[in-house]
């Protein structure tokens, strides 16, 4: 039997891509294998989202040829829709880009027939959602479910747009569809993801974000996990709708990037701090606890001290539940590149081990409002001593005698580097 082999960089996104390009290969007879083992087909999906990414995604090409020096390597993702003549240099046995990935056996096999390397990238400009479908999931109770590609914002920082192409939504119709074989297969919570998820429906008649929330919310789903949002998309309207809809886990990424109207502005993001902080109080309002996550970059070119201070202050004051912390990375190609001022890397490093300080105390400080609560947990690995799991906030609960794949009502008792200690409340 043939074996297949995948590494993953980068979003949820990819994770989907790479799930569904993994369920073609197993429908066509494949193993899956571990990257570390010796396979006979590796494939890794890249990103370029920053430096460090797209450097991991060259480096696990080598890692590949290393570890089978006579296998086939399939590159696919952000940095084969970029780069593909470059790839076929560095090794690549077929390059695929965010596209076609539902034929990537046929590739394959075509490659391997042609006995030369060949590349399957396609301009996205005017691209349609690509239906991909995932049988299972290396995580047993929590699935992805893409429902959307692509953005047009491009938000000068972002090398997004230029390898995902235009924004692109699933029907109502194939998500139904692709939720309910995921409630089939046992899965208990549901994450929608997409490179836009606020643009979904956008271009096409009658059909909005939280209809395809309802759709997946129809098929008995136990939780909906939502996946980045933009802040502009929350409104009275919006949050109301979503609060009708039992499933929808009370955790929001709302995608912040600085705290700086200045900065805001040259990264051309469509919201002021004032308008976001708005979007959060709305979500308060109608989820009084939920927790409010969030990217930040640290570093972006021609950031000031002052600018920077501003940012700490801002994301000091929200509240976040969990901050993700990135300094800067210049990607060549976007507006923000070509700006003349950028910010030396030492500069950088030390405003996001700033930024990354507020973020800890700011996370700590959300968290133990929550102690002494009782709260559902949908564990998801077993430990030692029973299991650890997240509640619908996504604060992360190990539980002595508590089984993977279980939900159960959970006292937090203790907290400590980011994990509850939680007592299953046999009364509940
Ligand atoms: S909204 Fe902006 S940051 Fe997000 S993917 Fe689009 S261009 Fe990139």
């Known amino acids: 039997m043939m074996t297949v082999a995948f ?205 395809a929330i309802s759709a997946v919310a129809e098929e008995n789903i136990e939780r909906i996990r939502l996946g980045s949002l933009e802040p502009c998309i929350i409104d009275e309207d919006f949050a109301r709708k979503l609060n009708d809809i039992p499933a929808v886990c009370p955790q929001f990424h709302l995608s912040l990037q600085s705290g700086s109207d200045t900065v805001l502005k040259r990264m051309a993001r469509c919201y002021t701090t004032e308008e976001y902080t708005n979007s959060v109080n709305i979500l308060r309002k109608y989820y009084p606890d939920c927790a409010i996550t969030t990217d930040v970059i640290c570093g972006f070119s021609a950031e000031t001290e002052q600018e920077h201070e501003e940012s700490l202050s801002f994301v000091d004051s929200i509240g976040f539940s969990r901050v993700h912390v990135f300094p800067y990375s210049r990607r060549s190609g976007t507006a923000a590149a070509k700006m003349s001022e950028q910010i030396l890397k030492e500069i950088k490093t030390r405003r996001a081990r700033e930024m990354t300080a507020v973020a800890k105390k700011s996370q700590d400080r959300y968290a133990k409002g929550f102690l002494g609560k009782v709260v559902s947990v949908l564990f998801e690995e077993n430990t030692d001593i029973g299991a650890i799991g997240y509640t619908p906030e996504y604060l992360r609960v190990e539980a002595e005698g508590a089984k993977q794949n279980s939900i159960a009502n959970v006292k937090l008792v203790e907290y400590s580097k980011g994990i509850f200690k939680g007592v299953i409340n046999t009364e509940a």
């Open 7 to 211: 590494h993953t960089l980068g979003c949820k996104v990819n994770q989907y891509d790479s799930e569904a390009m993994l369920s073609e290969f197993i429908n066509a007879g494949y193993q899956h294998v571990a990257f570390d083992e010796k396979a006979d087909i590796y494939v890794i999906n890249t990103c370029i989202v920053t430096h460090t990414g797209e450097r991991k995604s060259f480096q696990m090409i080598r890692r590949a040829k290393h570890n089978n020096p006579n296998a086939f390597i399939v590159v696919a993702g952000c940095l084969a829709q970029r780069d593909s003549e470059k790839l076929l240099d560095k090794g690549a046995d077929l390059v695929i880009g965010n596209s076609d990935r539902k034929d990537i056996v046929k590739h394959v096999n075509e490659a391997l027939e042609a006995k030369r390397a060949i590349i399957k990238v396609k301009d996205l400009r005017h691209a349609h959602f690509e239906n991909l479908s995932v049988e299972s999931y290396s995580d047993k109770t929590r699935a992805i479910l893409k429902i959307q590609e692509g953005c047009d914002r491009y938000c000068t920082y972002c090398i997004i747009p230029y390898v995902r192409g235009g924004v692109r939504s699933r029907s109502i119709e194939s998500i139904r569809r692709e939720a309910q074989k995921l409630v089939k297969n046992g899965y208990r919570e549901i994450v929608l993801t997409g490179i836009h998820l606020s643009s979904y429906g956008r271009g096409q008649e009658g059909i909005s974000l939280i209809d």
